[in-house]
């Protein structure tokens, strides 16, 4: 049996006021944290395992809680081959994540983020350690995991704001006190010169402390060939990440928990074409392999975090927690605009963004009718955006500030033996603001026009909204191999600032869902099916804002989501069967008139409309009024109709006392819209289905893995670029040996 628990962040920034929280909680002197992380057992007849996790801050069983999630341990991902996070979709049902350039769009059943704007919350929060993780530098190799859960629908009461459509919670693993002198080293290589190497040790220091570190190191060569006049490494990969945990148990109740953590990654820029049917598209060759740019292109990112996790109970048995984190992400862009040879537009940014946030917890004991689970969260965000468009110069400068404060509690009542009600509310306050001074500034640096460039549009202003979220849940558990959930949830995501005189509200989502979660023949087979309904308005999007050229962010229209979702794990002796399935049924109403920003001819870097005493002919305005089209609705972005994973194994034993294993992995995802204008040419992500297969070979504390991701070499389109009218793809057949050797 294992067990799947959740913590959280920090930053170095705040490295000195850290430790001395460390010193603190030394003089802490009762009972805690983690010994109820393995409060629960195997049944006795069951033979496969019980999974267990911690993100409703209180441990339980994935059986027993009232929502649809998939949990994935560090054997399950390898199992699926999930490496990253895009990876994921191909092993949670409902789950989409495409490529949108600096930023990647996750969404759930249909909803989550479908804009790279800063000024945009995230949909579907992702978390490392607890920490809720800004939308860049998002794409990093997962190493040293203990697990991984994907929750689908609202998940307000905890995850806040950012959790309309769920949430991705990523736990890495803890130093372990108890778990002596132990570790692991793998050593891999594959094509495209594929060099890979990951490690990690846990050192017992002192009967009370321990510290656990973990690297990870991979490079490989670009999947495209460079044909263009300017040499491009795009697609390229070289990362380094290191992660050090000290974790101090004082006591049998005490535990502080510190984990800094560091990652460089540089990819040579975006890899990316012209779309077809649009104004490059003649600049691009049949083989989706072949890049032809005529300008330079790089991609360097960075992240920095530090986490702070202290837990104390009380003689009565409430436990206290508190997390607090920061963190630091950084990315340098320089890419071609257009992703051909025939225009010369660039892009560079520079965008940095810093979160801090604290987050404390009051936790009932879980014995009795009643349990409770109050907190109250803050987090604070700032971003600057340095943005500069060439050949002729125009200049997006911002400053985004961004507060997220939350109280929040969850009440449980056991009705009966069988029957439980649990009620959660959670109060959200949002405030934003961009700085005076920011804004869109043209002709910086050229003859004939001033020094500094001309002001052709200010982006300043400040927001705030509020909302009430919550959850409503029933369980119903007749025996330990049956459990039937209902509930209600509502979930929000803030509005925001565009500019002094634009702005967006909030989205909010109700979701109905219902499900029975099953354990039978002794728990060799285990079933889940959920069935959902839920009512969407204010979606927000991102098209360009004519008084400003920039894209902006606002608000479409109502949906309507509805579908189910359903998944079978089986374990015969030596087989190993999984499957799970999604359906979802989505339906946008109309939209106010949008620019169409696939016809050619719109201007390359942001100009404002013409009015007032901008001349056309000065360049520094464009007419934006043939450009302007009304959508008739339809399906919600990247909402995949239906999607499936499926996969297989068989552990053969070997005479030698060694295990061979061979696994085969399918997954299938349906079509997508990416645009609101819903031009099948355009705007449609064509389906595609995955093979992968590996093979395992296991002795004594030794393993040799093979593997083949993308076992027919399919090519298919893993997102566009709005913006650009850019194509992004997925990686072609790679193969490769894993040697690794627990110790």
């Known amino acids: 049996m294992y067990s799947l628990t959740a913590t959280s962040l920090v930053k170095p920034t705040r490295i000195a006021s850290a430790v001395s929280a460390v010193l603190l909680a030394a003089t802490m002197q009762s009972a805690m944290a983690q010994s109820n992380e393995n409060n629960a057992q195997n049944d006795a007849d069951e033979d496969i395992e019980v999974i267990t996790v911690a993100s409703e801050r209180r441990v339980?069983?994935?059986?027993?809680?009232?929502?649809?999630?998939?949990?994935?341990?560090?054997?399950?991902?390898?199992?699926?081959?999930?490496?990253?996070?895009?990876?994921?979709?191909?092993?949670?049902?409902?789950?989409?994540?495409?490529?949108?350039?600096?930023?990647?769009?996750?969404?759930?059943?249909?909803?989550?983020?479908?804009?790279?704007?800063?000024?945009?919350?995230?949909?579907?929060?992702?978390?490392?350690?607890?920490?809720?993780?800004?939308?860049?530098?998002?794409?990093?190799?997962?190493?040293?995991?203990?697990?991984?859960?994907?929750?689908?629908?609202?998940?307000?009461t905890f995850a806040g704001s950012n959790s309309t459509g769920g949430a991705i919670m990523v736990n890495s693993r803890r130093p372990d006190v108890d778990g002596g002198f132990e570790g692991n080293v793998l050593l891999g290589v594959g094509n495209y010169?594929?060099?890979?190497?990951?490690?990690?040790?846990?050192?017992?220091?002192?009967?009370?402390?321990?510290?656990?570190?973990?690297?990870?190191?991979?490079?490989?060569?670009?999947?495209?060939?460079?044909?263009g006049t300017e040499p491009t490494t795009a697609g390229s990969l070289d990362e380094k990440s290191a992660r050090v945990g000290l974790l101090w148990a004082p006591t049998d109740g005490a535990?502080?928990?510190?984990?800094?953590?560091?990652?460089?990654?540089?990819?040579?820029?975006?890899?990316?074409?012209?779309?077809?049917?649009?104004?490059?598209?003649?600049?691009?060759?049949?083989?989706?392999?072949?890049?032809?740019?005529?300008?330079?292109?790089?991609?360097?990112?960075?992240?920095?975090?530090?986490?702070?996790?202290?837990?104390?109970?009380?003689?009565?048995?409430?436990t206290a927690k508190w997390?607090?984190?920061?963190?630091?992400?950084?990315?340098?862009?320089?890419?071609?605009?257009?992703?051909?040879?025939?225009?010369?537009?660039?892009?560079?940014?520079?965008?940095?963004?810093?979160?801090?946030?604290?987050?404390?917890?009051?936790?009932?004991?879980?014995?009795?009718?009643?349990?409770?689970?109050?907190?109250?969260?803050?987090?604070?965000?700032?971003?600057?955006?340095?943005?500069?468009?060439?050949?002729?110069?125009?200049?997006?400068?911002?400053?985004?500030?961004?507060?997220?404060?939350?109280?929040?509690?969850?009440?449980?009542?056991?009705?009966?033996?069988d029957l439980s009600l649990e009620v959660g509310l959670r109060k959200a306050w949002f405030e934003a603001g961009i700085l005076p001074g920011a804004g869109v500034v043209i002709g910086r640096g050229i003859p004939g026009f001033p020094e500094g460039g001309i002001p052709v549009a200010q982006i300043s202003g400040d927001y705030e909204d509020d909302e009430m979220m919550g959850k409503v849940s029933v369980n119903y558990a007749p025996n330990k191999h049956n459990n039937f959930y209902a509930y209600v949830a509502k979930g929000y995501k803030p509005g925001g600032i565009n500019s002094e005189t634009s702005s967006f509200e909030p989205e909010k989502v109700i979701a109905?869902?219902?499900?029975?979660?099953?354990?039978?023949?002794?728990?060799?087979?285990?079933?889940?099916?959920?069935?959902?309904?839920?009512?969407?308005?204010?979606?927000?999007?991102?098209?360009?804002?004519?008084?400003?050229?920039?894209?902006?962010?606002?608000?479409?229209?109502?949906?309507?989501?509805?579908?189910?979702?359903?998944?079978?794990?089986?374990?015969?002796?030596?087989?190993?069967?999984?499957?799970?399935?999604?359906?979802?049924?989505?339906?946008?109403?109309?939209?106010?008139?949008?620019v169409n920003t696939r016809l050619p001819g719109l201007p390359d870097s942001p100009l404002p409309q013409c009015s007032g005493g901008l001349d056309p002919s000065s360049g520094a305005c464009f007419d934006y009024g043939p450009y302007l089209a009304t959508s008739d609705g339809g399906n919600n972005l990247y909402a995949p109709e239906f999607s499936f994973t499926a996969g297989a194994e068989y552990l053969f034993e070997l005479s030698n006392g060694a295990f061979l294993t061979p696994r085969i992995n399918y997954a299938w995802v349906d079509e997508q819209w990416t645009s609101l204008l819903y031009n099948p040419t355009t705007d449609l992500l064509d389906s595609r289905g995955l093979w992968s297969a590996l093979i395992t070979y296991e002795q004594d504390d030794w393993k040799v893995q093979g593997y083949v991701r993308n076992l027919t070499d399919k090519e298919y389109i893993t997102g566009q670029n709005l913006d650009a009218n850019t194509e992004f793809y997925g990686a072609p057949r790679t193969i490769g040996v894993d040697v690794s050797y627990q110790f």
């Open 60 to 156: 339980k069983r994935v059986q027993d809680i009232s929502a649809s999630l998939t949990a994935l341990s560090s054997a399950d991902l390898e199992r699926k081959a999930v490496e990253r996070l895009d990876d994921l979709q191909f092993a949670s049902p409902g789950l989409t994540v495409t490529d949108a350039g600096i930023t990647q769009s996750v969404n759930i059943r249909g909803i989550g983020l479908a804009s790279g704007d800063p000024d945009v919350t995230n949909g579907v929060g992702t978390y490392i350690d607890g920490l809720f993780q800004p939308p860049i530098v998002s794409t990093l190799n997962f190493y040293d995991v203990e697990y991984i859960q994907v929750l689908r629908g609202p998940q307000g």
């Open 193 to 227: 010169n594929t060099k890979r190497a990951q490690a990690a040790l846990n050192l017992p220091v002192a009967e009370t402390f321990a510290a656990r570190v973990a690297v990870n190191y991979e490079n490989r060569d670009s999947f495209y060939d460079s044909i």
């Open 255 to 318: 535990e502080v928990y510190v984990k800094y953590e560091t990652t460089d990654k540089s990819n040579g820029g975006f890899a990316w074409r012209p779309l077809a049917n649009t104004e490059f598209a003649e600049g691009r060759t049949d083989d989706i392999r072949e890049l032809s740019y005529n300008t330079d292109s790089y991609n360097n990112e960075s992240a920095d975090t530090l986490l702070l996790d202290v837990s104390y109970e009380f003689a009565n048995g409430i």
């Open 323 to 417: 997390v607090s984190g920061d963190q630091v992400k950084e990315i340098d862009n320089m890419y071609d605009y257009d992703g051909s040879s025939i225009g010369d537009s660039t892009q560079k940014q520079v965008v940095r963004e810093d979160q801090v946030s604290h987050e404390f917890n009051l936790i009932s004991p879980d014995e009795g009718v009643f349990t409770w689970v109050v907190g109250a969260y803050y987090q604070k965000n700032e971003i600057l955006v340095d943005i500069d468009n060439g050949p002729f110069p125009v200049e997006i400068d911002l400053q985004n500030e961004k507060i997220t404060k939350g109280v929040f509690g969850q009440v449980g009542y056991d009705i009966n033996d």
């Open 512 to 594: 109905y869902e219902a499900g029975w979660k099953g354990s039978l023949m002794d728990g060799q087979l285990q079933p889940t099916i959920a069935v959902f309904y839920s009512d969407y308005e204010n979606f927000q999007n991102t098209n360009l804002d004519i008084t400003t050229g920039r894209n902006e962010v606002y608000n479409v229209a109502e949906a309507t989501i509805n579908g189910v979702e359903l998944a079978l794990n089986a374990h015969f002796d030596y087989l190993r069967l999984d499957f799970s399935a999604s359906y979802v049924n989505s339906d946008l109403e109309p939209t106010q008139p949008i």
